[in-house]
């Protein structure tokens, strides 16, 4: 039965002032995030819009309304199941045992993290959707199409761990009123999820692709103590799921043999990074254990307190975890093309074999080993500290923030925590503890540093955008 109700319609005659890029529309095709991310990484400001100030004048007019209108807000969801489900991928992903590390993990956690997000979005509608735009019925729960989504991508991709996922599934359902919302939810959880599948199904994943460049100076090849092959070569050829290529934000390569920023970088891993080191401090020793273990777990361990620490809702935590995994998917893809393309040496390698480079000024140890076991793939640029900075980085623009108060845990030292105030001092620690571990030159680690924050910034103004509510 339609009704009318008197509206009193305000319009504004507005002379404004705004700091940084409020003042103006986004150009078509480049969508800004509360301003900007790039303006608010030269800034570091949060952005405040002035008092409107102009005439006012009033306009009377009957509007037909109806009880039930498309604007109308779905269910409220628990923000806890996207942390629920982010524990649940990484323990999946942690557990099998065929991709221990393997960075392709990194690449799976960014697909469920993206149906969730699309799932989330196309019920609520407050921020753009990633790929699916379709418009969930009303009502719809969030809650449910989040379980679902999550659940339908880990089953694709996991098929191992089907009988836990689908245990926890069932779980998480039960925690739902029955009802036509959750019915709706589940429905387009799982289409938001299959159509994520769908758009990853030809994207260069597991290609026939080897590292083959010969052993020479510089060269990467097989470390001991396993000796094995490069692994994910492929990964540097997928498609990216928000930047451009591969190669947008690639890294300028390291450098010469013969260079000083070589040869000083060499004599500080060799110095720092050796098992048997006697300048390396126990507290130096003890920050590169602590960032020796597995990145994905520790990372989005971070995410889930983020979530917690800043109460986010379902929506924004649905947004966090797909802008930050996605761009740090995209980060590794960048970083593994580099890898594959550069090939460079390891520090062990580098060291063991200094007198095959050219170099007067570094001298060869072949008995030294570093602290840490060399990872299977060459050593330009750093996939930890892309890992790290991609993650901070997103964060400080999601949050416009410096102060992200982080906690960290660590696989390699269990039940030790470490907290950072800021991205800034993070950054700093992963850094260092590559170059402590004896695994990366410092130039590798800055670089990819430096990588990981332009990438974000670039990701976080191009994607996730709130949708104008007129």
Not at 10 to 31: I, N
Not at 201 to 208: E, L, T, Y
Not at 393 to 408: D, S, V
Request: net charge neutral; glycine share 6%; with cysteine.
């Amino acid at each position: 039965m339609r009704s009318s109700s008197l509206l009193t319609i305000m319009g504004l005659f507005t002379c404004f002032s705004t700091h940084g890029e409020e003042a103006a529309a986004p150009m078509p095709g480049h969508r800004r995030l509360f301003g900007g991310a790039k303006a608010y990484r030269s800034a570091r400001l949060g952005r405040r819009l002035w008092p409107l100030v102009g005439t006012v004048f009033t306009v009377v007019a009957l509007i037909p309304t109806t009880s039930a209108t498309a604007t109308a807000k779905p269910p409220a969801g628990d923000a806890k199941v996207i942390s629920d489900w982010n524990q649940i991928a990484t323990s999946t992903m942690a557990g099998d045992t065929t991709k221990t590390g393997h960075p392709q993990v990194f690449l799976y956690m960014a697909f469920v993290q993206a149906a969730v997000y699309d799932a989330v979005v196309g019920i609520d509608r407050r921020y753009e959707p990633y790929s699916f735009h379709a418009r969930a019925p009303h009502p719809s729960s969030t809650q449910a199409a989040a379980v679902a989504a999550a659940h339908e991508v880990l089953v694709k991709y996991f098929p191992y761990t089907q009988a836990t996922l689908d245990a926890a599934y069932a779980t998480s359902l039960a925690e739902i009123p029955n009802g036509t919302a959750k019915t709706n939810g589940i429905v387009f959880g799982v289409r938001a999820a299959d159509n994520l599948i769908a758009l990853r199904a030809n994207d260069g994943r597991d290609a026939p692709i080897l590292f083959a460049q010969p052993p020479a100076p510089g060269v990467w090849r097989p470390t001991p103590p396993a000796f094995q092959s490069m692994f994910d070569p492929w990964l540097g050829f997928v498609t990216p799921l928000l930047v451009r290529s591969a190669t947008q934000f690639g890294p300028p390569g390291p450098p010469t043999l013969t260079s000083a920023r070589y040869t000083r970088d060499f004599t500080e891993v060799k110095a720092y990074g050796s098992a048997t080191s006697t300048v390396r401090t126990a507290d130096q020793t003890a920050t590169a254990r602590f960032f020796s273990g597995n990145a994905l777990v520790q990372f989005n361990a971070a995410l889930r307190d983020q979530a917690t620490v800043r109460v986010l809702d379902i929506v924004q935590s649905a947004r966090m975890f797909a802008a930050v995994d996605m761009s740090v998917a995209d980060g590794l893809i960048t970083v593994w093309r580099a890898k594959y393309v550069y090939g460079f040496w390891r520090p062990i390698t580098a060291v063991n074999l200094a007198d095959t480079d050219g170099n007067p000024a570094t001298t060869a140890d072949p008995t030294c080993v570093p602290l840490l076991a060399t990872p299977a793939y060459p050593e330009y640029p750093s996939g930890y500290n892309v890992v790290a900075a991609t993650t901070t980085g997103g964060l400080e623009q999601l949050f416009h923030a410096q102060r992200l108060n982080l906690t960290l845990i660590s696989t390699a030292v269990p039940n030790t925590l470490r907290h950072y105030d800021t991205g800034r001092a993070l950054r700093a620690d992963v850094v260092d503890a590559r170059v402590w571990l004896g695994i990366h030159f410092r130039f590798a680690d800055v670089d990819s540093r430096n990588l990981g924050l332009q990438l974000s910034d670039w990701t976080l103004d191009h994607y996730f955008q709130p949708v104008d509510q007129d």
